[in-house]
């Protein structure tokens, strides 16, 4: 891999991670382009390497939202109440994603870990993003609530909605800021535990593929493209965090789910065109959502 690849995927991975946007869309589309999709074996490195660079994405968070972080390992060690419960419901969250990864993970990328289920879930995806938009606005809702109203119930039914990540396309993102909101959450409140559950269902996500298969990716593509792709990862994706709260604090899911659908129409004309050509990844063992 050319450091210029690294680049790419470095920065398509930080700013579609936390994005309801479908990162493997991107994915798709930008190893397409830097010609990584010729054969299965160049397909799967590339979908492995993306999975090691998003501890960038990690980093990103735990650099943005660092004090809140200080205060959930504050609260732990008894010392910070609100932190603790905040803790708490994120470890209820990440438990179902958890379970069924290990139960179903493997059997579920196996059927849908190609390019046109993909297509699919990202058109899915905005069809709902929409709904809910609508569904709020003719509810009249008020703004919603904050962090400190969500309770074990919420977590683990946002927990549950972040299961649905796990066909590829969907974006974890989207199901949980979603979840959120039909569970009345204000955006930027929904918005923040998404990226902090994201936090620990990414982290173990990337523990998994680094155990499993980082020495033969460091092997593979070197130390440096890594090196690369990580810090394109992280800046990217701490900017398209700040950016993603203000933009949707002031403008809505709405915009995003029209973006769905246009990425969704141009993979699926790319498809019948024959001019995106990809083969079906199959399971990839990775057994958290990581989209």
């Given at each position: 891999m050319t450091w210029y690849q690294a680049l790419v995927l470095g920065i398509v991975e930080g700013l579609t991670e936390y994005l309801p946007v479908s990162s493997t869309g991107h994915l798709i589309l930008a190893s397409w382009l830097l010609g990584l999709s010729t054969d299965p074996q160049r397909w799967r490195a590339a979908f492995s390497f993306n999975v090691i660079i998003q501890s960038g994405a990690i980093a990103a968070v735990l650099i943005v939202y660092r004090?809140?972080?200080?205060?959930?390992?504050?609260?732990?060690?008894?010392?910070?109440?609100?932190?603790?419960?905040?803790?708490?419901?994120?470890?209820?969250?990440?438990?179902?994603s958890a379970v069924a990864g290990i139960l179903v993970?493997?059997?579920?990328?196996?059927?849908?870990?190609?390019?046109?289920?993909?297509?699919?879930?990202?058109?899915?995806?905005?069809?709902?993003?929409l709904a809910v938009v609508r569904w709020r606005r003719d509810a009249a809702r008020d703004g919603g609530n904050g962090l400190d109203a969500i309770d074990g119930r919420v977590a683990f039914l946002i927990g549950l909605a972040q299961c649905v990540a796990m066909w590829p396309g969907t974006s974890r993102s989207m199901a949980t800021i979603v979840s959120g909101l039909v569970l009345g959450l204000r955006p930027t409140a929904a918005a923040?535990?998404?990226?902090?559950?994201?936090?620990?269902?990414?982290?173990?996500?990337?523990?998994?593929?680094?155990?499993?298969?980082?020495?033969?990716?460091?092997?593979?593509?070197?130390?440096?493209?890594?090196?690369?792709?990580?810090?394109?990862?992280?800046?990217?994706?701490?900017?398209?965090?700040?950016w993603f709260v203000e933009f949707l604090n002031d403008r809505g899911l709405a915009p995003f789910a029209?973006?769905?659908?246009?990425?969704?129409?141009?993979?699926?004309?790319?498809l019948l065109s024959g001019q995106l050509e990809v083969p079906h990844l199959g399971a990839e063992r990775s057994l958290l959502p990581r989209d």
């Open positions: 004090l809140r972080v200080r205060s959930i390992l504050a609260g732990f060690a008894g010392l910070d109440p609100g932190g603790r419960r905040l803790g708490r419901n994120l470890l209820i969250a990440f438990m179902p993970g493997d059997t579920v990328k196996a059927w849908l870990n190609g390019p046109w289920p993909v297509v699919v879930a990202t058109f899915a995806g905005a069809c709902l993003m923040e535990f998404s990226f902090l559950l994201g936090l620990l269902t990414l982290t173990a996500a990337t523990a998994y593929t680094m155990l499993r298969d980082g020495m033969e990716i460091l092997a593979r593509f070197g130390a440096g493209p890594v090196m690369i792709g990580l810090t394109a990862s992280t800046i990217s994706a701490a900017a398209a965090v700040r029209w973006y769905r659908v246009f990425l969704a129409v141009a993979l699926a004309a790319a």
